[in-house]
């Protein structure tokens, strides 16, 4: 067993670097007393040290016996041997045959404990290798057991090599390194999955065979190893589905995927029974109050903790076993959205799903998952598209919808089209579109935290983009002068991309809310950038679009009608970007309505502000916005300009905060009218308007003068919804 | 840490004792450098250079390698790579250099 831990070396040189004297011949002589005594001689606070050694340095060490740095104490006060998987065989202290099936059970759920704490973030040394059975499956004796410990680690395997390929996790998601532990790479696949079944047969025979008859006096012990037996048998059954399910996600071929599905699907019917029979596994030992980890035969803790390296957390708390069921039907249920995505065909299909997904916050697996399934070895699309062709897709369907007034569309498709110079310079665009629509796909693959960070960073790509947007639409537009004159052709490329830097835009400001990072005093100058700024100009994009698309409708129709006899079939088309736009709308009114809100909770001194020594309001703000400057349109907006757009000296007389107050109110109904409105209306919907509800009451009571005089802050309670609170007005 | 650098404060001579404070500082300053081996309170072993080191004998070892106790038959012997390790004053038990190292050191194990 290769036992090595990877520690980084040390920049200054201090680090490692074993020296050759370290063996035992060396003549050690102790000096124990005069050392301390020549200590005592130097000065309060000197530090006695080598010129190239100094404060700087010294920082750097880390501290023995301090139990939050000094990983090396705990193995050290436990007051029992820590066996290696070897040594507790010799010792006796584990069984590697005859395993009573309460054994068993025991066994493989604390392994499944393990496999989740590792996927929730852990190491694996950590985790799974404290079972001492994974480290050498091929030591046991027991076919259950060894069929199971070369599946754990398959499994393991598998989803290492998922996580790593997608890279979407950051190392608070994901302890990647395997410490040189063997993986059961000396088995294939199709092996373990073979001996599983084989296992999965024997059991279900004893099943079987221990199955009550009718009419037969039912001995108890009968029944219970039939209990047991069964439990054991979907056990096994469950590791099976599950690797199976993660090895058909390594094929190429779409149609795995929805085989993926299936096996899930099956491995989640399971869940019931394995909950329901947790307790005839065996328990942990002893008592964990003396600080101790609880030990399980099989399982030593502290088997690794001479691999961690020096600062390392102390030990991962293993999830219970009654949690573990639950977490793996959650899994289940991810894994099987996540085979969803094959139905979605077009680009902006694929950008909402994966930001609907990831707005549950799903697991490092789950998420590296659909990365791998919509981009496989990150070139093709499922495997079989190039990621080119589908942003053409995409171009093409949004251009034909948004931009068809004066049908210039038509005429890029058209003719342009064909015209090869124009098509060279689309072909060359959506080129380099490929790799920041990739990049922002993967971007939604991070935990929601890390996305924001680069979102903000992904803004500096699109403003490279639209620059070259900007420039093949000018190209376009003089290409399409000299073939007919009277056409003029739109800025579509550009502004395609200007819908998709709005987008980005707000999600950054947006994600502020759900983590938690704006202070109350905040809040109005972001819900007046989103409001005033951002969604204004997503809804012009929007409605512009929108309107000239059923204006196209008419033309064809129109010209349908005339070429033919027969009346077309009239049938109501759907108007695929209203949603779009009642939801923009709604939104917008939503942070209208807080915008108004907070200016005038701070006219009553209800808003408690910082005192700035250090910084102003306008740093704060150019913070909060400083990944905006790198966007050309929409042009940013300085502190100063907000400051002037703002101010309500321009009102003549200028509100007062009960004007605000009911202004406030009046955008809250007019979002609840909005989303009343909405046919089908999804969980979204509802959420919003559990907000905007009890937000025209507060503002309407406040507007009216109650509890004017209260000192009592107002409480913002974003429980129903991440972005929108309810005011609480205590 | 937090002991060392807080009281990293300017140093405050005293004349008087400025010719055995000297005396003692080189006696140190001759060991910089060296290997040394220190145990601690818990029985484990630190081998590394001696670095630095202030009034109440916190030390600071760069390429430390900590070495278990005796008695503990798992790992035995193979040393754990700890890097730079400051092991507090109060928990050294004892100090050890190799021979030669003090060679070039008077006043250390001349004595004994």
Redesign the interface.
């Given at each position: 067993m290769v036992m090595k831990?990877a520690?980084e070396d040390?920049d200054a040189g201090?680090?490692?670097?074993?020296?050759e004297?370290?063996k035992n011949n060396?003549?050690?002589?102790?000096?124990?007393h005069?050392?301390?005594?020549?200590?005592?001689?130097?000065?309060?606070?000197?530090?006695?040290?080598?010129k190239l050694?100094g404060?700087f340095?010294?920082?750097?060490?880390?501290?023995?016996?301090d139990p939050k740095m000094d990983a090396?104490?705990i193995?050290?006060?436990v007051n029992r041997?820590?066996?290696?998987f070897e040594?507790a065989i010799k010792e006796g202290a584990i069984k590697v045959k005859d395993l009573s099936l309460p054994e068993l059970i025991g066994i493989i759920d604390t392994c499944f404990c393990c496999l989740i704490t590792w996927l929730e973030g852990h190491s694996l040394a950590q985790t799974v290798f404290t079972c001492l059975y994974v480290h050498n499956p091929d030591l046991i004796e027991e076919p259950a057991l060894k069929s199971f410990a070369l599946g754990i680690l398959k499994v393991c395997d598998i989803a290492r090599e998922k996580v790593n390929k997608a890279a979407v996790f950051e190392e608070e998601d994901f302890q990647a390194m395997t410490y040189g532990f063997k993986m059961a790479n000396n088995v294939t696949d199709l092996r373990v999955t073979g001996m599983l079944k084989d296992v999965e047969d024997e059991l279900q025979r004893k099943v079987k065979s221990t199955r009550s008859r009718q009419g037969e006096q039912r001995n108890p012990e009968v029944e219970l190893e039939h209990q047991q037996c069964l439990a054991l048998f979907n056990r096994i059954k469950f590791t099976r589905l599950l690797l199976t399910a993660l090895i058909t996600f390594t094929k190429k071929e779409t149609s795995s995927v929805c085989e993926a599905q299936k096996l899930v699907a099956q491995a989640a019917d399971l869940l019931s029974a394995i909950h329901s029979s947790i307790q005839h596994g065996i328990q942990s030992q002893n008592d964990t109050t003396k600080g101790d980890h609880p030990i399980m035969m099989g399982f030593e803790p502290l088997v690794n903790q001479?691999l961690l390296p020096?600062t390392f957390p102390r030990y991962a708390k293993i999830i219970k076993r009654e949690d573990m069921v639950a977490y793996f039907g959650k899994l289940i249920e991810r894994i099987k959205t996540v085979c969803d995505v094959i139905n979605t065909t077009n680009l902006h299909g694929i950008l909402d799903f994966f930001c609907e997904f990831s707005e549950q916050s799903p697991c490092v697996l789950s998420r590296s998952l659909l990365q791998t399934t919509f981009l496989i070895d990150n070139k093709k699309v499922f495997g079989t598209h190039l990621m080119q062709d589908m942003i053409k897709d995409a171009l093409r369907y949004f251009v034909t919808l948004f931009w068809t007034v004066c049908a210039d569309v038509i005429c890029i498709l058209c003719c342009l089209f064909n015209n090869h110079q124009a098509k060279d310079y689309i072909d060359s665009f959506v080129t380099h579109c490929s790799r920041p629509f990739c990049s922002l796909i993967q971007i939604h693959g991070h935990n929601r935290a890390r996305q924001r960070d680069k979102l903000g960073h992904i803004l500096e790509e699109f403003a490279t983009l639209q620059d070259e947007a900007e420039k093949v639409d000018a190209a376009l537009h003089s290409l399409l002068m000299k073939l007919e004159p009277q056409r003029q052709h739109l800025a579509c490329l550009g502004t395609w991309i200007l819908y998709h830097n709005l987008r980005i835009m707000i999600q950054y400001l947006l994600s502020g809310f759900e983590l938690e990072l704006y202070s109350m005093h905040e809040y109005y100058y972001i819900y007046w950038y989103l409001s005033e700024f951002l969604y204004a100009w997503l809804m012009s994009t929007l409605s512009r679009a929108d309107s000239s698309q059923m204006a196209e409708e008419r033309i064809l129709e129109e010209q349908l009608k005339g070429r033919s006899s027969k009346k077309t079939k009239k049938k109501k088309k759907v108007r695929p970007l209203s949603k779009e736009i009642t939801m923009s709308q709604a939104y917008q009114n939503m942070c209208a309505g807080m915008y108004k809100t907070m200016v005038a909770l701070d006219m009553d001194g209800k808003v408690r502000k910082p005192q700035f020594e250090l910084d102003s309001e306008q740093v704060r703000y150019e913070h909060r916005f400083a990944p905006f400057n790198s966007v050309v349109t929409p042009p940013p907006v300085h502190y100063i300009q907000f400051k002037e757009m703002s101010d309500l000296k321009k009102y003549n007389p200028p509100p007062g905060s009960a004007d605000l107050y009911m202004a406030a109110s009046k955008h809250f109904q007019q979002a609840k009218l909005i989303l009343e409105n909405v046919p089908s209306p999804d969980p979204e919907v509802n959420r919003i308007l559990k907000v905007a509800k009890p937000n025209i009451v507060v503002m309407k009571l406040l507007a009216g003068g109650h509890k004017k005089e209260t000192k009592v802050l107002p409480e913002f309670d974003f429980s129903a919804h991440k972005y929108f609170p309810v005011v609480k007005i205590i | 840490?937090a002991t060392?650098?807080e009281?990293?404060?300017?140093?405050?001579?005293v004349q008087s004792?400025v010719s055995?404070?000297s005396?003692?500082?080189q006696?140190?300053?001759g060991?910089?450098?060296k290997?040394m081996?220190i145990r601690?309170?818990?029985?484990?072993t630190?081998?590394g250079?001696f670095?630095?080191?202030?009034?109440?004998?916190n030390v600071?070892l760069?390429?430390a390698?900590?070495f278990?106790?005796s008695t503990?038959?798992?790992?035995q012997g193979?040393?754990?790579?700890?890097?730079?390790?400051?092991?507090?004053?109060h928990?050294?038990?004892?100090?050890?250099?190799?021979?030669?190292s003090?060679e070039d050191t008077q006043?250390?194990?001349a004595?004994?």
């Open positions: 831990s520690v040390d201090w680090g490692l670097g074993i020296p004297k370290m060396a003549n050690w002589v102790d000096i124990t005069e050392f301390k005594g020549a200590c005592k001689e130097l000065n309060l606070g000197e530090l006695l040290h080598d050694f404060l340095e010294a920082m750097s060490a880390i501290e023995m016996m090396g104490m193995g050290n006060q041997k820590v066996l290696n040594q001479r020096p | 840490m060392m650098i009281e990293n404060g300017p140093s405050t001579h004792e055995s404070s005396h003692a500082r006696k140190l300053e060991l910089l450098n290997n081996r601690m309170t818990d029985g484990r630190l081998v250079l670095l630095c080191t202030d009034r109440d004998c600071i760069g390429s390698q900590e278990l106790k503990d038959t798992f790992s193979e040393p754990r790579v700890l890097g730079l390790a400051m092991i507090p004053g928990h050294v038990v004892s100090i050890e250099v190799e021979a030669d003090l006043g250390f194990g004595t004994h």
